[in-house]
């Protein structure tokens, strides 16, 4: 009977080996690098659009067109911003989907249990 447990254990342990050989282990890492490249496309943006508008000036002459090149940097940025709080907003509901987190349901149904009768102020 010890030989069959211990032969169960075995396998068992070699299955979660394999289960953590197969886990991505370098997904955190791209996770982490997905958060810090905001800030460092924040400035590509505004570096960019930089650079757009002096081939505009250096084209056109105006001096005007620099600044709007300087404009299409910028609202590049804010685009990003946009995109990335998206991201994170989507990935926060994702989570607060999950009934270990669901702490509001929960105090929200422990109100409606309790009943301290009618309030008078």
Known sequence: MDNNTDDARLNVEKREQKEA???????????AADSLSLGISMVVAVAMGVGIGWVLKSISGAGWSFWVGVLIGVAAAILNVYKAYEKQYKEYEDLAKEPRYAIKKQLDDD?????????SY
Request: hydrophobic share 15%; net charge negative; glycine share 4%.
């Open 21 to 31: 050989e197969h886990t991505p282990r370098v997904k955190p890492i791209i996770e």
């Open 111 to 119: 109100e409606d249990d309790e009943d301290y009768g009618e309030k």
